[in-house]
């Protein structure tokens, strides 16, 4: 029972650590608070199962520090790759990419990321884990087996409302999805009257004045785009208050993921950006119909 503790209570203080750490980072790169973590909880597991599984599977190469480093970097790297593999398949989407990073390996993980992960993986071993032993001894003669039980259960009602939660994300991201392409199919419609118009007018320019031409041609080249602009299908959407209300409502945990993932992807999803765009419209709106 006492491992049981001790297991349970490093987990949660290198979850919540892991994910003190990114939130801070990520902030600070983005110039505002940026929540991160997958779960509602403040905690990212999968820094929990790293060090976990550097403090336990690596223990007797702990005294070399080559070895340590090594290993870690290794260990560390493979749970990342299948920790991003299993979330794809889960849940149809992709939460970071490396594919920007030098010697990537399908984007999901890479050298220079993994050499950074060794040294703190070093770090951790070396100067926080006594530390933390400290704080974890203190919990356990506190609050015994209690804390641990209630950490796991409040976890798991986390992870069943996070699942059910992404369950119905995917199904409104769809039908965002759904209303942008019919908007822009729309509007591309009417470009492409708009431009047998000038077509025609040309023609019918030709036979009149060659100055009155050239203004057309000129106008023509002009407005010549294959396909809607951004600004364009979102304006139709400001400027279509019926076509609002008809969009599916993203609860707060549902946005967040998309404003502080900039790096997710949902594979159902031919844009996610043009999403997230729409998203962040619909939100400014509803906070200026509050004022």
């Known amino acids: ?9 490093l987990f949660f203080i290198y979850s919540f650590i892991g994910w003190l750490w990114e939130t801070v980072y990520c902030s600070l790169k983005a110039k505002h608070f940026v929540y991160r973590g997958f779960l509602v909880g403040p905690i990212t597991p ?7 599984g550097v403090l336990y599977f690596i223990e007797p190469f702990q005294q070399n520090l080559f070895l340590l480093y090594g290993l870690s970097a290794i260990l560390v790297t493979i749970l990342e790759y299948l920790t991003s593999y299993v979330l794809e398949k889960l849940f149809h989407a992709t939460w970071w990419d490396y594919h920007d990073v030098p010697l990537n390996i399908n984007g999901r993980v890479a050298v220079p990321v993994s050499l ?3 040294i ?13 032993l400290i704080l ?15 950490l796991v259960c409040i976890t798991l009602i986390d992870l069943t409302y996070t699942i059910i939660n992404m369950a119905a994300f995917k199904k409104a991201t769809q039908q965002l999805e759904e209303a942008i392409e019919l908007r822009k199919a729309e509007l591309q419609v009417s470009l492409d ?40 299908w979102l304006h139709s959407f400001q400027e279509n208050p019926k076509l609002k209300a008809n969009l599916p409502k993203l609860n707060l945990t549902q946005r967040r993921l998309l404003k502080n993932f900039p790096k997710l992807k949902l594979m159902d999803a031919k ?21």
């Not at 029972?1 to 209570?9: G, K, P, S, T």
């Not at 999968?46 to 976990?52: K, T, V």
């Open 1 to 9: 029972m006492a491992e049981f503790n001790r297991v349970i209570l």
């Open 46 to 52: 999968i820094y929990g199962f790293g060090i976990l």
């Open 116 to 118: 950074f992960w060794g």
């Open 120 to 132: 703190g993986c070093v770090l951790i071993v070396r100067v926080v884990h006594p530390r933390v």
């Open 136 to 150: 974890e001894e203190f919990l356990v003669d506190k609050f015994q087996f209690y804390l641990p039980i209630a």
């Open 193 to 232: 009257e708009t431009k047998d118009e000038f077509s025609k007018r040309i023609a019918e320019a030709r036979e009149n004045a060659t100055s009155r031409f050239d203004q057309l041609t000129a106008d023509v080249a002009n407005y010549r785009k294959d396909k809607p602009t951004a600004a364009e």
């Open 271 to 291: 844009n996610t950006e043009d999403i997230r765009q729409l998203v962040e419209l619909l939100k400014k709106n509803n906070e200026e119909k509050r004022k």
